[in-house]
């Protein structure tokens, strides 16, 4: 049973539905943004970015504060919906500063105030969608952050970001399979990158990986850690996000959503996978 009615209860409401709006959700790497980005650029979609609010909205002037202490020059890294790697390196990596590793205590600041910054962009999606969504653009997709799994709580009926973003769009899981986990954790070892974690599993992880190689904090590998993070990340996220389907919107499995190339490709698959009638 849905904590929340679709949007789109059936396949017929979805087919007669003038404005189509959409949340996609799901692990890093499966193609949110590059279904986005389809529908934006190809077809006139209102495209939502959360990291890109993340950045532009909550986090910039952190961001580029931390540009200009480490010589990062803002005229090539300037941050946009095409490029939001400055959002990565301004979260970092804890360990060796050598390496160029942030101190815990840092890490975990920043951890937080990313924490805020996607809560708070999460909640201004339903404001945006009525000062934006108006012709020419009449259908929405919301790109949300791979992290969406740890500011919410599926099994809350009146969870404050799931119930508002349920109540404006159909919100859809891309649901991968283990070959592609695979393939996701191969990506990550060639190139680890920062990534979100809520604040007790993190300093779990932390903490477990500094008694495995008895080392202290300040000797971690930053890239070891991310590795060694990331592959217990992911063994947590995943159910998160399956619930999430469950309880409020649906999943579309990768192999279906990466062959989509057009509007019209992401419409037909989304009426697939709706139900055939109310309830």
């Not at 077809?43 to 002037?61: C, M, P, T």
């Amino acid at each position: 049973m849905k904590y929340f009615p679709l949007l789109y209860e059936n396949k017929e409401a979805w087919l007669l539905s003038k404005t189509k709006k959409i949340t996609l959700i799901g692990m890093s790497g499966l193609g949110k943004t590059f279904i986005s980005h389809i529908l934006h650029i190809k077809h006139g979609w209102l495209h939502y970015s959360v990291d890109f609010r993340i950045g532009s909205n909550y986090l910039h002037e952190s961001i580029f504060e931390t540009c200009e202490e480490t010589n990062i020059s803002l005229k090539k890294s300037r941050f946009s919906i095409k490029d939001l790697s400055l959002l990565s390196k301004y979260l970092g990596k804890p360990g060796n500063p050598s390496a160029n590793g942030l101190d815990f205590s840092e890490y975990m600041k920043r951890q937080k105030e990313h924490r805020a910054a996607e809560i708070s962009s999460m909640l201004d999606i339903p404001d945006y969608i009525n000062t934006h969504l108006k012709a020419p653009k009449t259908n929405f997709v919301c790109d949300t952050s791979g992290s969406l799994c740890e500011i919410v709580d599926p099994q809350d009926p009146k969870d404050p970001i799931l119930s508002r973003i349920a109540e404006q769009t159909l919100i859809i899981l891309i649901k991968e399979t283990d070959s592609e986990m695979n393939k996701l954790k191969d990506r990550f070892k060639k190139e680890p990158k920062p990534m979100y974690y809520k604040e007790d599993f993190l300093k779990k992880t932390w903490k477990d990986f500094c008694i495995q190689k008895n080392i202290s904090g300040n000797q971690v590998d930053p890239d070891e850690f991310s590795l060694y993070g990331f592959e217990k990340l992911i063994s947590h996220r995943r159910p998160i996000y399956d619930l999430i389907a469950k309880k409020w919107g649906i999943e579309i499995p990768f192999t279906e959503i990466s062959k989509v190339k057009s509007a019209s490709d992401l419409n037909k698959l989304i009426y697939q996978f709706l139900p055939d009638t109310k309830g």
